[in-house]
């Protein structure tokens, strides 16, 4: 039996294997220089699946850590605020008590640390991080509370000076008020004025927040409040002492009615102080919940990754063995492709 073999059978035959070499050599290059299975689906065969279900795993831990992120830093501005609200109501506490001992008790001076403290509270409770306003409730879109001193006057002070009309006939900073007894004060601080910083009142004429808080998922199994209300007790109290102290007229009342005035604002400041260390306790419980989570997520992000490698890794000796004699053997080829190439019948004949 006689075998016919031409030069150009031979170089098509030694053309597609150096095609075949030089789609492996390409696989073994990327796994050597990435560490990683270059086609997982050839790779892994039927665990591909396993990979995939590792990797949609991953992907939601990343997501919740990014997301704890985020929490984090509003629960860390929400700290700060109520921090400096509550330092804020402490040096106005003492001013307080010092207007009532005699000391530094100029009305008017007094009635502009009030204005001040209330403009703070403001402030304070409209902070908005990335646009997401922070005592807003789940109304995170709109600032909680409108400008009290604004023109035309806002709702609230509307309703401030409604109350102290229907109360005493006049309106704040009237010559006439010289005539409002402490005990006539104190009814209306404790009656209509009080009511306009109760849940319902604050709800009607103060806040745009809502009583519900946001909360978030910030572990596989676990969710959590996330924020605080504009609506919480404690901030009603302050705009309370602050609005009473700084909108009531003060200057135009008798001693008798002022000095009424300073010992409500004490000690509804007073209890607003404490509401507030229970609120920055409560916040901190928060920031502590996330930060526990961010642990538990690293460390199974961590097994997670690990499991991963363990399908997805090569072994780097062998992938650079198995490069090296590809190399070599595509080096080969393409000599044995330029002698066969230079093969010709004439000289041989």
Known sequence: MVSITSTQSLTNALRRSVLDVQTQLSKAQSEVSTGR???????????????????????????????????????????????????????????????????????????????????SLISALDTSVDGVHLFGGVNTGVAPLADYFSNPPSAAKQAVDQAFFSTFGTAQGDSGNTSITDQQMQTFLSGSFADLFSATGWGSDWSSATDETTTNRISLSQTSDTSVSANEAALRQLAQAYTMVADLGAESLSDSAYQQILKTASATMSDAISGLTTLRAKVGVMQNGVSDANEALSAQRDMIATQIGSLENVDPFEASTRLNNLTTQLETSYTLTGKIQQLTLSKYI
Do not use: W
């Not at 949609?56 to 629960?75: C, G, K, W």
């Open 37 to 119: 299975i270059a086609d997982l689906g050839l790779g892994l065969g039927a665990a591909i699946q396993q990979d995939y279900s590792y990797g949609f795993h991953a992907d939601d831990l990343a997501a919740l850590a990014a997301s704890n992120n985020i929490v984090t830093a509003r629960l860390s501005a929400t700290d700060t605020a109520l921090g400096s609200l509550a330092s804020t109501a402490q040096e106005f506490l003492q001013t307080l008590i010092s207007a009532q001992s005699g000391a530094g008790s100029d009305p008017g001076a007094i009635r502009g640390y009030a204005e001040t403290g209330l403009k």
